[in-house]
Every structure is written in structure tokens, then in C-alpha cells.
Nanobody
Framework: QVQLVESGGGLVQAGGSLRLSCAASGRTFSDYRMGWFRQAPGKEREFVTTISARYGTTDYADSVKGRFTISRDRAKNTVFLQMNSLKPEDTAVYYC???????????????????WGQGTQVTVSS
């Protein structure tokens, strides 16, 4: 079992920045690829970004590329999401997720993650 706890959400003006954190506990952190997803009101949960377990390889949704950065601190078992140049359309509940590294399915899909955090609200005002 892996427990994930997000923090760092809040209200920010357009153009501002926020940094989300996801603290992991339980199984070995290095055995899991980590991801961030988001869900806006009335919309499906969507992929934002992911970071691989061993080499820190990252991938981003086109909508956040160049503005968001994912990173992980192995010593602290924590994943971060630095969000810059925020837009009102970034408003959503942001979720941290973990998936075992031996999974061969797509990491873009919400159904292919094994553990989820409770989410943290990010609101960007115009």
C-alpha cells in the first residue's frame, strides 16, 4: 500500500505560481512512477504530467508544457508540481497518483494508476 497526501493548493491570480507537494508513505517510493492529474468541475479527470521512478524522465500534457514542472525528492519521498504562468483554465482539483513500475499500460490513463491522493484545490482568478 502507498498513501499519498497532496498539499499546496490555493487561490492565485492569473500569471501567478503555486507549488504542489505530494508526500508518499508505505511501499518503496522508488518502485513507483508518479503522476499528477486534474479534474475541473463538470469535466473528466485528465493527465497533467508524470515522472519515472528510476531516471526521472518526465512527460507533460500539451496544455501545461513549458509552464509546469514535475520533480521528485527521493530522500523525502515527495513529488512536486511547480506551476507557473497559471491561467484560469488551470482551475481544478489536482491529484497525485502512483503506479508500479512494472505496469506496461499507458501512464496517460487514470485507470492505470494504483494509488491516489485525496486531491488539492487550485483556483486561478482572472
Amino acid at each position: 500500500q502507498v498513501q499519498l497526501v497532496e498539499s499546496g493548493g490555493g487561490l492565485v491570480q492569473a500569471g501567478g505560481s503555486l507549488r504542489l507537494s505530494c508526500a508518499a508513505s508505505g511501499r518503496t517510493f522508488s518502485d513507483y512512477r508518479m503522476g499528477w492529474f486534474r479534474q475541473a468541475p463538470g469535466k473528466e479527470r485528465e493527465f497533467v504530467t508524470t515522472i519515472s521512478a528510476r531516471y526521472g524522465t518526465t512527460d507533460y500534457a500539451d496544455s501545461v508544457k513549458g509552464r509546469f514542472t514535475i520533480s521528485r525528492d527521493r530522500a523525502k519521498n515527495t513529488v512536486f508540481l511547480q506551476m507557473n504562468s497559471l491561467k484560469p483554465e488551470d482551475t481544478a482539483v489536482y491529484y497525485c497518483a502512483a503506479r508500479r513500475i512494472n505496469r506496461g499500460d499507458s501512464y496517460y490513463s487514470t485507470g492505470n494508476y494504483d494509488y491516489w491522493g485525496q486531491g488539492t484545490q487550485v483556483t486561478v482568478s482572472s
